[in-house]
């Protein structure tokens, strides 16, 4: 456990695993909250709710393949980014479990 843990953990009269959990937390929230802008960026952008869409629409020649081939690509990445920042949800969940025991 770093000194960082201890020091804000002292500091605020908490347990240092109860400070680093609440950081951990706020920040897959906070990594979230930035990703699913992104995305609503591209669903506002290209007006269709996936990437797989947006590739139909590049097929079909109803929007031109450059940038919205890359962006394709780029989402299709925040999207696999989403699910492992979700899978922290469960680390942190089950990081609980274990210290309320």
């Known amino acids: 456990m770093s000194s960082l843990w201890a020091d804000m953990a002292s500091l605020l009269s908490k347990r240092p695993e109860e400070i680093e959990a609440e950081a951990a937390s706020a920040w897959v929230f906070s990594e979230l909250s930035a990703v699913d802008h992104a995305v609503g960026e591209y669903v506002r952008g290209y007006g269709v709710a996936s990437p797989d869409e ?5 097929r079909d020649g109803r929007v031109k393949g450059h940038p919205a081939w890359e962006d394709s ?10 699910n492992k920042v979700l899978k922290g949800i469960t680390l942190l969940r089950d990081a609980a ?5």
Not at 73 to 82: K, T, V
Request: proline fraction near 0%.
């Open 54 to 58: 947006l590739i139909d629409l590049i």
């Open 73 to 82: 690509i780029d989402w299709s990445n925040l999207l696999g980014y989403r």
């Open 97 to 101: 479990r274990d210290h309320s025991k």
